[in-house]
């Protein structure tokens, strides 16, 4: 009876072994495989953080895009550096630093301390396309608040025509105006591009664009260009 | 007792081999399984369709200005302006140093130059169609040739 228990102790001993012995293996050589895949990861983390490094410069340059904010001055804080600019009635952010060129309306070189709200300037710098909608200005000059433009176009169809006095009345739906052809550039479609016209190809009802200054407080326009859309002979 | 030591070591050895075996088919097919992408997963990193662009036959006068860009700075006196609107539409520039017209060609696009002044220049542009339709942009450009 002993002897036969200890057969069978041997028996499972030696079949435990066998059974453990390989697992144990697979299981070292497991751990040792996922310290390579570790290793690898970690060598090619390295690689592409060290490219992305290289490139990221001339990736900052690509995306750093030339802009001008153009108006008046609304707000300035000089501790942060930053100023507002009222650019066509909507707000931009501008910062500056101490490399940043200022120059005054008379050309002089001026301090931040200088700069005046209410004042019309021209911001120069960077916007960063990806980032947000602020300027790193590096050139700042003060100017003249720009004349509006005074000039407006009209789109219309011809009436009465005087070739002496080289006046017509420009009808444009309700409105009606003696526009002053005297001192204006005439032209029209030709085959190719524009072609410049005379006074006398203009005809009643030819539809135009006119190109002028109103005067104020009557209808008469000082044309400075008259382009003829279509003429109602179709010579143009 | 030679015999049974013999057979217990071939069990162990077969226990062993079909142990292992059996955890290394596991693995395997765990790491195939991963390496697949259903077709539903597959969708959900498909790009979405983008809207094709359709123009109404009887769509009113547009405008875009394709260049240069708002708040431009440019260091030439004079800038070519390209954009796009209805075709043969009439496009009338207005600057501060003067006026230029140009018409669009059958694809609605056009281009026109411009003189600038030093300084921030604001340029008014018009398109008009055949009918007098209008629509206006207005574009400011910086001539400046100081190095930023």
Request: glycine share 8%.
């Amino acid at each position: 009876m002993i002897k036969n228990s200890g057969k069978l102790a041997t028996l499972f001993l030696l079949a435990m072994f066998a059974l453990f012995a390989p697992l144990a293996v697979v299981a070292s050589e497991e751990v040792t495989g996922e310290d390579e895949d570790q290793q690898k990861a970690d060598q090619l983390r390295k690689e592409v953080e060290a490219i992305l490094a290289e490139t990221d410069g001339q990736e900052s340059e690509r995306l750093l895009a030339k802009r001008a904010f153009c108006g008046n001055l609304v707000t300035h804080k000089e501790d942060a550096g930053q100023l507002v600019i009222d650019v066509r009635d909507e707000e931009k952010v501008g910062q500056y630093d101490e490399e940043t060129v200022m120059v005054g309306i008379d050309r002089e070189s001026i301090k931040p301390q200088d700069l005046e709200i209410g004042s019309y300037v021209v911001a120069m710098g960077y916007l960063n396309r990806s980032g947000p909608d602020e300027l790193q200005i590096k050139r700042l000059v003060i100017q003249e608040t720009p004349a509006p433009l005074v000039k407006e176009s009209f789109f219309g169809q011809v009436g009465d025509i005087s070739s002496e006095e080289k006046v017509f009345i420009l009808n444009q739906g309700e409105n009606v105006y003696e526009v002053l052809a005297g001192e204006a550039d005439l032209s029209y479609q030709g085959r190719d591009d524009v072609a410049a016209g005379k006074f006398d190809q203009l005809e009643e009802e030819d539809k135009v664009v006119v190109v002028g200054q109103r005067e104020d407080g009557n209808g008469r326009v000082e044309a400075s260009k008259i382009y003829i859309f279509a003429s109602k002979t179709g010579d143009s | 007792m030679r015999k049974e030591v013999a057979a217990a070591i071939f069990l162990g050895v077969v226990l062993g081999l079909l142990a292992m075996g059996g955890f290394w088919w596991s693995k395997r097919s765990s790491q195939e399984t991963s390496e697949f992408v259903t077709p539903a997963e597959e969708g959900e990193n498909t790009p979405e369709t983008e809207e094709e662009e359709s123009l109404s036959e009887d769509s009113d006068v547009f405008l875009e200005v394709e260049s240069p860009d708002e708040g431009a700075i440019v260091d030439s006196e004079e800038v070519e302006i390209r954009g796009k609107t209805v075709p043969e539409a009439v496009v009338v520039f207005i600057y501060p140093e003067g006026e230029t017209i140009v018409t669009a060609d059958n694809n609605g696009l056009f281009n026109g130059t411009v003189v600038l002044a030093g300084g921030a220049n604001e340029i008014k542009i018009n398109a008009y169609d055949y009918q007098g339709d209008k629509e206006e942009e207005i574009l400011t450009i910086v001539y400046s040739t100081a190095k930023l």
